[in-house]
């Protein structure tokens, strides 16, 4: 699982240093216009779960954290044409620290994470701003049934982090910038280990900024007229969900480390991109979920799946598209409907959240990495996905 993590931070990061422009001649590297920032948020923890309402070992509701981080990120020039269409935005990574005043149950979980700062709009000293992070986070006291039975939002040592909010950056010298704003964070497994009902946050957040170097003069060049143009879509994705099964008769650790279903499908997409920036599109999906329709049995103390019906684990879903792109990668929002599954009891809602990050390898083939949701906070599982597009230029 940790193995996971690691690929996932190296996507998440090296993606946007591979970036490339072939109508371009890279001039720069990621130091030539590097910065440092410190930033401490201290905000509100949203109850969305009976741990973090009250039922913990001190009996208190967990509804406030304090964070800090540690960026390095380097300006955008325009050297390259998104850099100038997305306004000259800065990015890179960060090491992030939160303390939610409950160590004993939570710990203290630490980050590493890719970030994207780009500005709404640019005075002389003065930018408004929209910023976005996804890593992963290490160091919780995750749920365990002996030692800490009450931690039904982190249930593994590991998670995902997901941030994004808004900023103002004013520049005091031509080197140092004060950032103030807010953002929403969510940690969670994405459903690789049960319990995992997650946290969530929203915070003011102040940041200083130093430029290690001089801040660049940004090249300006007549953008040409943007072309629609369509393309079609064909991905095919995999992952896993951890169940566990609270009735039955087992030894209670291995009650608690769950059974791994399978999850894998495929979709087939349309996607019109209507600016530099956006694709607007639609899709279905085609997925099968083991975790559907299963009992299970125990054999020597340990958990077997009983498999149902082949054809009751079988789903169809549609889902409208919208895509953010810079350049290869882009930022991907599906809210997601269930078209036919079969009924069975306690199944997750028709109406589902997926968002997730997606690059382009090749001018065709892509890869990416999906969170799937319902009611906006509960993870359901990770797609790690594969596909390629047709098109023409």
């Known amino acids: ?35 440092l920032q410190f930033m401490y948020q201290n905000g509100h923890v949203f109850a969305t779960n009976d741990f973090l309402r009250g039922a913990n070992i001190e009996a208190e509701k967990i509804n406030a954290y304090q964070a800090f981080a540690l960026k390095l990120a380097t300006q955008t020039t325009g050297e390259k044409l998104w850099q100038q269409i997305f306004n000259y935005p800065y990015w890179g990574a960060g090491i992030y620290t939160a303390d939610f005043y409950n160590p004993e149950e939570i710990g203290n979980p630490i980050a590493i994470y890719g970030f994207f700062n780009g500005p709404f709009h640019r005075w002389e000293n003065l930018t408004f701003n929209y910023e976005i992070g996804f890593g992963a986070t290490f160091n919780w006291k995750s ?50 280990k049960k319990p995992n009902f997650g946290l969530n946050t929203i915070a003011p957040r102040v940041s200083v900024k130093y430029d290690l170097h001089e801040r660049p003069e940004f090249i300006h060049r007549e953008v040409p007229d943007f072309t629609p143009n369509s393309e079609w879509l064909i991905s095919f994705y995999g992952g896993a969900k951890n169940v566990v099964f609270d009735n039955v008769d087992i030894n209670i650790m291995e009650k608690y480390e769950g059974v791994f279903f399978p999850e894998i499908g495929f979709s087939l997409g349309y996607n019109r991109r209507i600016s530099y920036k956006s694709k607007i599109g639609a899709g279905m999906s085609f997925s099968y979920d083991g975790s559907i329709a299963t009992q299970v049995a125990v054999n020597n103390n340990e958990l077997e799946a009983v498999d149902g019906p082949f054809t009751d684990k079988l789903m169809i879903s549609i889902y409208p598209t919208y895509e953010l792109v810079a350049n290869r990668l882009s930022l991907v929002l599906l809210p997601s409907f269930y078209l036919y599954r079969k009924h069975i009891d306690n199944l997750t809602p028709v109406f589902h959240q997926k968002v997730g990050l997606k690059y382009y390898l090749t001018d065709k083939i892509f890869a990416g990495i999906t969170l799937r949701a319902y009611k906006f906070h509960v993870s359901d599982f990770v797609e790690w996905n594969i596909g390629y597009r047709f098109y023409r230029k």
Not at 148 to 176: C, H, P, R, W
């Open 143 to 192: 749920f365990n049934p002996v030692t800490n039975q009450y931690n039904v939002a982190i249930g593994a040592g590991e998670s995902f982090l997901l941030d994004a909010g808004m900023n103002l950056e004013y520049y005091l010298t031509d080197k140092i910038a004060l950032n103030a704003g807010f953002s929403l964070t969510h940690f969670s497994n994405g459903g690789m």
């Open 1 to 35: 699982m940790k193995f996971l993590y690691v690929i996932l931070f190296l996507f998440c990061v090296g993606i946007v240093s591979a970036q490339k422009d072939s109508a371009q001649i890279k001039k720069h590297n990621f130091m030539t216009y590097s910065s």
